[in-house]
C-alpha cells in the first residue's frame, strides 16, 4: 500500500475535529452544572412559597454530575485521540478508517442519560398544594386562637417605630412598649427581637367593658412585633371578631376596637 503524506489540509481538519470535541465536552459540563443547581432553585422556590410540594434536591445533583464527568472525559479523550491523529498523520498510516469510537460512546452515554432524566421527570410530576396552609396563607386569616400574623417588610425596630407613629398620629395613646427581647438581655437569655405595643382608647375601651366587664383582661389593644429564627419580622394581633366571641360583645361595639386590623397593616407595609 502506497503511503500519503499528510498535508496542511489534514493537520487543519484534526485541529477543528479536536477543537469541536473541547466544544462538546464544555457545553456537557455547562449543561450539567445547571442540571445540577437546578435543586437549589427548587429549594428557592420552596422557600418563597412554602405550600408547594417540590422535592428541592431530587436526582438533580446526580445528573448533573453525570453530565460534568462525562464533558471531562470528552476533554481528556479528544486531546489522547488528537495526539494519536497527528502522530499517524506524520507517519502515513491510516489507522482511522473507521467509525469514532469517542463519538459513538458520548452518543450512548447521552441517550441513557437522557433516558433516565425522562423517567425522573414523569415520576417527579408537578407541584401540588399541599393540604397545609403557607404561612402567608395563615396570616390572612384568623387561626382557631383568634390571632392573625402577618409579614411586615421593615425589622422589628422600623416596625415598632412606624406603629408608634400611626397611634401618635391617630390620636391613640400607647400605655406601654414591653421589650421582651430587651429584658431577657439583661438576664443573659439570648431572643430574637420581640416586642408588643400596648395601645387604645377610653374613649373607645369603656363602652365595651361596661357591656361586659371581663373584656378588660384584653383591653387595651395589644400588636406583638417579633423576628423569627430566619430573620422574618411578624405582626401578630387579636382579631376582633374572637375578642367580641369570647366576651359576648354587642356587634354594634366591635367597630371600636376594628381598629387593629388596619393599624397592623400599615405598620406592616
Known amino acids: ?8 489540509a489534514d493537520y487543519l481538519a484534526a485541529e477543528r475535529t479536536f477543537l469541536a470535541w473541547i466544544r462538546t465536552g464544555l457545553a456537557l459540563m455547562g449543561f450539567g452544572f445547571v442540571v445540577a443547581r437546578f435543586g437549589l432553585f427548587l429549594q428557592a422556590l420552596q422557600f418563597t412559597q412554602p405550600n408547594l410540594a417540590l422535592r428541592a434536591g431530587g436526582l438533580s445533583p446526580w445528573f448533573g454530575t453525570a453530565l460534568i464527568a462525562l464533558g471531562i472525559v470528552v476533554n481528556i479523550w479528544s486531546a489522547w ?3 494519536r491523529l497527528v502522530r499517524a498523520l506524520q507517519s502515513g498510516l491510516p489507522q482511522y478508517a473507521r467509525p469514532s469510537s469517542l463519538a459513538l ?3 450512548v452515554l447521552l441517550a441513557m442519560l437522557g433516558l433516565a432524566m425522562a423517567i ?8 401540588t398544594q399541599t393540604p397545609r396552609a403557607s404561612t402567608q396563607e395563615k396570616s390572612m386569616s ?4 383568634g390571632i392573625v400574623t402577618i409579614p411586615s417588610h421593615h425589622t422589628v425596630e422600623q416596625t415598632v417605630e412606624k406603629l408608634t407613629g400611626i ?5 391613640v395613646k400607647l400605655f406601654a412598649l414591653i421589650d421582651h427581647s430587651g429584658e431577657a438581655e439583661k438576664v443573659g437569655m439570648p431572643m430574637p427581637p420581640t416586642k408588643v405595643l400596648i395601645f387604645g382608647s377610653p374613649k373607645a375601651g369603656t363602652p365595651l367593658m361596661i357591656a361586659s366587664p371581663s373584656v378588660a383582661i384584653d383591653l387595651p389593644l395589644k400588636i406583638l412585633v417579633h423576628e423569627d429564627g430566619e430573620g422574618k419580622v411578624w405582626i ?7 375578642i367580641q366571641s369570647r366576651h359576648g360583645l354587642p356587634s354594634d361595639l366591635v367597630q371600636n376596637i376594628a381598629v387593629v386590623g388596619a393599624l397592623a397593616t400599615a405598620g406592616a407595609e
Request: proline letters at 5%; aromatic letters at 8%; glycine letters at 8%.
Open 120 to 127: 425522573y421527570l414523569i415520576a417527579v410530576r408537578e407541584p
Open 81 to 83: 485521540r488528537h495526539v
Open 105 to 107: 460512546a458520548v452518543g
Open 236 to 242: 401578630s394581633y387579636n382579631t376582633p371578631e374572637y
Open 142 to 145: 384568623a387561626s382557631t386562637n
Open 1 to 8: 500500500m502506497t503511503e500519503r503524506t499528510a498535508g496542511v
Open 167 to 171: 397611634l401618635q398620629a391617630k390620636g
